[in-house]
């Protein structure tokens, strides 16, 4: 027996609506935040959750499945560091390992920005972070690419042209900082989502800013309810890195920081 799935819906409109328990518990993360979230704004993030809700039990976008939850575990802490870029101008940026569009997407709408653009290496997640931004009235000023950093570190119109990477829920933070500062202008910033123990982390992060040519490293707490222990890892650049960077993934596992 052939089992048939419906096709995943491309419009909003076509998906659930959100439980007034989401909407509460966004706007007591927001409020936590102290950040100012137009109307606009606030619309494509909750289109972008409703998508990502629709699609996941497709292609499997995140294992969180209730709204509330993916409203702090997934909205509130991408928002966490709209401030901090806004505080440092940024209005473009990357974000590494898009993955379901966090931070890329909320972070896009909240700035808002200029530009961002949202690498996923997997095909099926980029093709729904390219429906997620033409449905949530996003594609004036975001973009995805089913590319890898290593790729777009090599391309000349990318590579020490960005003013911020960021970067959730994907590698550890020496092999951030090596995939990301390849593709900052120089005073750019890495902004990485980490939680728990860092220690190890941040000696192996010294070493490599050693080699990519130095960087200062600033942690950053999320005060917010719901996320304890979250914290902003923010590595500011300080010169362009040499074209042996970033290191083909393979030999960063083989040679690790």
């Not at 809700?53 to 802490?77: F, G, K, Q, S, Y």
């Amino acid at each position: 027996m052939v089992v048939t799935r419906e096709p995943l819906p491309t419009r909003v409109e076509a998906t659930p609506e959100l439980p007034a328990g989401y909407g509460r518990a966004l706007d007591a993360g927001v409020a936590a935040l102290g950040l100012d979230l137009p109307e606009p704004a606030r619309t494509s993030i909750d289109g972008h959750v409703r998508l990502l809700l629709a699609w996941t039990d497709a292609i499997n976008l995140t294992a969180i499945r209730d709204p509330e939850t993916v409203a702090i575990a997934h909205v509130t802490d991408s928002l966490s560091a709209v401030e901090v870029l806004r505080e440092r101008g940024v209005d473009r940026f990357i974000d590494l390992g898009s993955g379901g569009g966090f931070p890329g997407l909320p972070v896009a709408a909240a700035l808002p920005a200029a530009r961002g653009l949202l690498i996923e290496p997997v095909v099926k997640k980029a093709r729904f972070l390219t429906t997620t931004i033409e449905a949530t009235g996003l594609s004036s000023i975001a973009e995805a690419a089913a590319v890898r950093a290593e790729a777009l570190a090599r391309d000349g119109r990318h590579r020490g042209q960005w003013p911020a990477v960021i970067a959730r829920a994907v590698a550890n933070l020496a092999d951030l900082i090596e995939m990301a500062l390849p593709l900052l202008e120089p005073g750019g910033i890495l902004v990485a989502w980490k939680r728990g123990d860092l220690a190890a982390e941040l000696v192996a992060a010294d070493r490599a800013l050693v080699a990519l040519g130095g960087g200062t490293v600033e942690i950053l707490p999320v005060t917010v309810p719901g996320l304890t222990g979250h914290r902003l890892i923010v590595v500011t650049a300080h010169r362009r890195v040499a074209e042996t960077y970033p290191r083909d993934p393979a030999v960063r596992k083989r040679r690790p920081w």
